[in-house]
């Protein structure tokens, strides 16, 4: 088995997504625009846009045998991705969400049912697969996660994380990551207070982080943009405007497009620029998953703003009748 770009360690789920207008009153309802059957996760998407974008990826986790299990683990199929640590557990159910997406608002409202699936065991885990990875990409800080985290260090696997909540267990995993990629609400956990200062004055931030261990740290805000720095220097970018219908999992694919860039040798703020690229392309369809572009795609909107539907319509469709294909 030759070597991988990246190994992603999640706890996957499928979204049904459902997006309308505006959220009616109760008892009372509204017209749906569209609905789309998804995979979920913050890994498990973020792994999805790296392996479009170019990437050689392998995925570990659980997921129940249910129907929802066996469409998310196709998923990863179609992707390329390699699912040999990635186990449906007989008998078990999967996570399943419910994402109502209002596009005038631009906001989502999230049910979820948490599945008996589970998280892999340390004995589940397959070290030797992680090991061949270029980087380990994860977004928590679990006993397991910590594991894996040792183990790639011992043996020059980078670490890269989505870091979107602030715990005292990610403070104290700081220093064991590569490349550091945190939300606001994370930035607001460690610097209380700093985003007042404007993004453009938050480089001592950025630095504070850099001097634990990361060598690049970028902290994203939403529609507002990002920050970031790495050895080249401290950069801002505002974020690409589009016309945005659903918002669920632009932060996954975020974190998943700016590590397919890394692994092409771009600095932190070119992957920086490509992965607000895909996160906007990506929001201009529902779900998280149906809009994450091609490496054509996100060329020709990188240079010219323009969105080529052609080969995302298709996806669109696929994901609209999803199960179906179970």
């Avoid at 998923?75 to 969400?97: A, C, P, W």
């Avoid at 267990?169 to 007042?196: H, N, R, T, W």
């Avoid at 092409?264 to 149906?290: L, P, Q, Y």
């Amino acid at each position: 088995m030759g070597k991988y770009d990246v190994f992603g360690l999640d706890h996957p789920c499928i979204d049904l997504n459902v997006n309308f207008d505006e959220m009616p009153e109760k008892n009372k309802g509204a017209r749906v625009n569209e609905m789309s059957w998804q995979g979920g996760g913050k890994v498990s998407s973020g792994i999805v846009a790296a392996a479009r974008l170019g990437a050689s990826c392998a995925i570990a986790g659980a997921l129940g045998d249910d129907i929802y299990g066996k469409f998310c683990y196709q998923d990863f199929v179609r992707h390329g991705i390699n699912v040999d640590n990635m186990l449906l557990r007989e008998g078990k159910t999967t996570h399943f969400s419910v994402v109502l997406s209002e596009k005038e608002a631009g906001t989502r409202t999230i049910l979820f049912r948490m599945g008996d699936a589970g998280a892999l065991t340390e004995e589940e885990l397959d070290f030797e697969l992680l090991k061949k990875a270029r980087y380990l990409f994860i977004a928590d800080c679990s006993p397991l996660t910590c594991k894996a985290v040792a183990a790639a260090r011992e043996n020059g696997v980078r670490v890269f994380i989505d870091a979107d909540y602030y715990t005292d267990a990610l403070v104290e995993m700081i220093p064991q990551i590569d490349v550091f990629v945190g939300s606001e609400f994370v930035f607001d956990g460690l610097f209380a207070g700093s985003k007042e200062k404007g993004l453009e004055n938050l480089e001592e931030e950025c630095r504070k982080i850099m001097e634990k261990g990361p060598e690049v740290v970028v902290f994203t805000f939403g529609e507002k943009g990002c920050v970031g720095c790495d050895g080249g220097g401290y950069f801002t970018l505002p974020a690409f405007r589009v016309d945005a219908v659903d918002t669920v999992g632009a932060g996954d694919v975020f974190h998943g497009a700016f590590l397919a860039a890394l692994l092409k040798g771009k600095t932190a703020k070119e992957c920086a620029r490509s992965a607000s690229a895909v996160s906007a392309i990506k929001c201009t369809k529902i779900g998280g998953r149906a809009g994450i572009p091609d490496e054509q795609v996100l060329e020709e909107f990188l240079h010219s703003g323009i969105i080529d539907y052609s080969e995302i319509d298709q996806r669109v469709a696929y994901y609209r009748r999803g199960l179906e294909y179970v």
